[in-house]
């Protein structure tokens, strides 16, 4: 049997009476969109630097330097399938 058990972060918790475990039963995505990434990514390579699109954006330099990494592994990794 499951029971609604008070809210934690503005979601839903629920406990099953069974076996005492509470859940949500909606997860959401954490971290920023795909569009969002995109759009730090094309002012990189624009040449604004990463402490300047953190600035404007609000987003860690080191989260932006991260997707910057990963971008340049997925350039490489797709030209070496080729």
């Known amino acids: 049997m499951i029971r609604k058990n008070g ?13 005492d475990r509470q859940f949500i039963t ?3 995505r954490r971290g920023y969109s ?3 990434k995109q759009i730090c ?4 390579h624009l040449g ?3 402490r300047e ?3 404007l954006t609000g987003i860690r330099h ?4 991260s997707w910057v990494k990963q971008s340049k592994s ?7 399938n080729k």
Not at 7 to 19: I, L, S
Not at 74 to 80: A, I, L
């Open 34 to 36: 795909d569009e969002v």
């Open 48 to 50: 604004l630097k990463l």
């Open 7 to 19: 809210h934690r972060q503005g979601k839903q918790n629920y406990r099953c009476k069974d076996c």
């Open 62 to 65: 080191t989260t932006i330097h």
């Open 74 to 80: 997925d350039v490489m990794s797709s030209s070496n």
């Open 26 to 28: 909606v997860h959401t």
């Open 41 to 44: 990514l094309r002012m990189y």
């Open 53 to 55: 699109i953190e600035r």
